[in-house]
Structure formats: C-alpha cells, structure tokens
C-alpha cells in the first residue's frame, strides 16, 4: 500500500468484524512500527498486544471497576482540564463528538444513549485484539511524543495488512485493572490503548467524516523562495 492510500484511508473505526486477526499479523505491525525515531533513539514503548479470553477479561474488570469509579471521575495524570481548552480547539472537539452522534443517529441530549456508546470503548469497538502503549514514568513526559509517533507508525502500518485501528486515551481511567490483569509493573503508564481488527463497512460510526483544518490554517511559511 502507498503510505498516502494508508493515511487517507486511516479512520478511528468504532465498529469492527467479528473475525479474528492472528498473533503473527500484530508481531507485522509492530515490527514495521518499532522504526519509528525517538529521542536519543530510548525507544520508549512498551506494548501490550490481548486478545481472545484476555481480552474478555479486561473488558469484564474494567467494566465492575468502571461502576465503582464512574468514568471520567478519577484525576487523570495527563488530561488538558476542559476549562483549559479554548477555541478553535473546543469546537473542533464539539464538532467531532457531534458527528459521532449524527453518525449514529443519536440525539444530542440522550444522555443515556450517549452513555452506551462511550461504554463501547470497553468492547474495543468489537475488535479482536486490544493494544496498550506504556512508558516507564521517569521518561515522562519528555517521551511521551515518542510513544505518539510509534502509535501513528501502529495506526499507518496495520493500514498495510488490511487492518483499521481506534486510538483509545479513554483506557487510562481504569489504569488499576490494566495494571492487575496484563501484569503491568506499576512504573509503567497506560498512555493509551488501541482496537485493532477488520472494519464492519456497515458500521454507521464508520461513516463519521472527520474534517481537517489547510495547511495554512496551521503553518506559517517563512523564507522560501518558491
Ligand atoms: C491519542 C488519541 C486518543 C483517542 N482516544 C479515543 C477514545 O478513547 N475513544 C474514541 O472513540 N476515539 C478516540 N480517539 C479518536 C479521535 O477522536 C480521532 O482520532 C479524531 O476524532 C479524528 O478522527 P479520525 O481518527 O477518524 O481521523 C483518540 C485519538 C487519539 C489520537
């Protein structure tokens, strides 16, 4: 695949097929994606790569964590507070939270439904296989961009093989079960986590066209000749 075919092609897929994807395609992926630069080449990432009954489980502790410690309601090490965020970074928020609930044709004030489809994070979308990017704390924050561009190397490269992928930050708030269930050493942060799988085409979130700013809304150019 031409890498510009991954990148236009490359959606956060909230739906996914029931149809497995094998140990030897995710080692692929990471192996193409350990490329990636870092600092002082410190190659910062640790990988969690579950699937199958492992998966069930996180998702099943996650969820009886989740009832006790309401999601959204533990301090998170490395959240920009929403009083903090201003324009245009607020709307393109908005924006895109919105056309999530178009997408599915849910109404902007069913809490309840709203409610349901943040909770599919705890099912990776449907997905077979979940991924957890970690960083050993002393490198943070310094390395946290390391781990980002890895994660984007992940998302490019599972485009070669078919694959589609969704970003999950939502996974920090239940670090304390991430931690227990993949036996994760406490001085590694849970940055984020991954669904990666096969798209469900059909999926209505699927449908969800994100827009993006021009270049010059966001680059100043400066001393080029032509
Ligand atoms: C670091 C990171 C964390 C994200 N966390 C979540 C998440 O927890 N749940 C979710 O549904 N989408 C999540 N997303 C997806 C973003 O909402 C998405 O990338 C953005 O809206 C742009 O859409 P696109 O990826 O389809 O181009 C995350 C994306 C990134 C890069």
Same mark, same amino acid.
């Given at each position: 695949?031409?890498?510009?075919?991954?990148?236009?092609?490359?959606?956060?897929?909230?739906?996914?097929?029931?149809?497995?994807?094998? *140990?030897?395609?995710?080692?692929?992926? $990471?192996?193409? /994606?350990?490329?990636? @630069?870092? =600092? +002082?080449?410190?190659?910062?990432? !640790?990988?969690?790569?579950?699937?199958?009954?492992?998966? *069930?489980?996180?998702?099943?502790?996650? $969820?009886?964590? /989740?009832?006790?410690? @309401?999601? =959204? +309601?533990?301090?998170?090490?490395? !959240?920009?507070?929403?009083?903090?965020?201003?324009?245009?970074?607020?709307?393109?928020?908005?924006?895109?939270?919105?056309?999530?609930?178009?997408?599915? =044709?849910?109404?902007?004030?069913?809490?309840?439904?709203?409610?349901?489809?943040?909770?599919?994070?705890?099912?990776?979308?449907?997905?077979?296989?979940?991924?957890?990017?970690?960083?050993?704390?002393?490198?943070?924050?310094?390395?946290?961009?390391?781990?980002?561009?890895?994660?984007?190397?992940?998302?490019?490269?599972?485009?070669?093989?078919?694959?589609?992928?969704?970003?999950?930050?939502?996974?920090?708030?239940?670090?304390?079960?991430?931690?227990?269930?993949?036996?994760?050493?406490?001085?590694?942060?849970?940055?984020?986590?991954?669904?990666?799988?096969?798209?469900?085409?059909?999926?209505?979130?699927?449908?969800?066209?994100?827009?993006?700013?021009?270049?010059?809304?966001?680059?100043?150019?400066?001393?080029?000749?032509?």
């Amino acid at each position: 695949m031409q890498l510009t075919d991954a990148i236009h092609s490359r959606i956060s897929t909230r739906g996914f097929l029931n149809k497995p994807v094998p *140990e030897a395609t995710v080692r692929q992926i $990471l192996d193409l /994606a350990r490329h990636a @630069p870092s =600092g +002082s080449n410190m190659q910062p990432w !640790q990988v969690h790569a579950v699937s199958g009954k492992r998966l *069930e489980e996180v998702t099943q502790k996650s $969820l009886i964590f /989740a009832e006790q410690n @309401p999601i =959204g +309601s533990r301090k998170k090490e490395f !959240q920009t507070p929403a009083e903090n965020i201003t324009q245009p970074y607020k709307g393109r928020r908005y924006a895109v939270g919105m056309g999530l609930y178009d997408a599915l =044709g849910i109404d902007r004030k069913d809490r309840v439904r709203r409610n349901q489809q943040l909770m599919q994070n705890f099912y990776f979308f449907g997905a077979p296989v979940g991924l957890f990017f970690c960083i050993h704390r002393s490198l943070m924050p310094g390395q946290l961009g390391d781990l980002g561009i890895f994660m984007g190397n992940v998302m490019l490269a599972a485009r070669e093989f078919d694959l589609h992928t969704c970003a999950q930050g939502f996974w920090q708030d239940v670090q304390p079960v991430l931690h227990e269930v993949l036996d994760i050493p406490e001085d590694n942060f849970i940055f984020n986590g991954m669904a990666l799988g096969y798209i469900d085409p059909k999926h209505p979130a699927n449908s969800l066209v994100s827009g993006r700013e021009d270049v010059d809304v966001f680059c100043q150019f400066d001393g080029f000749e032509q």
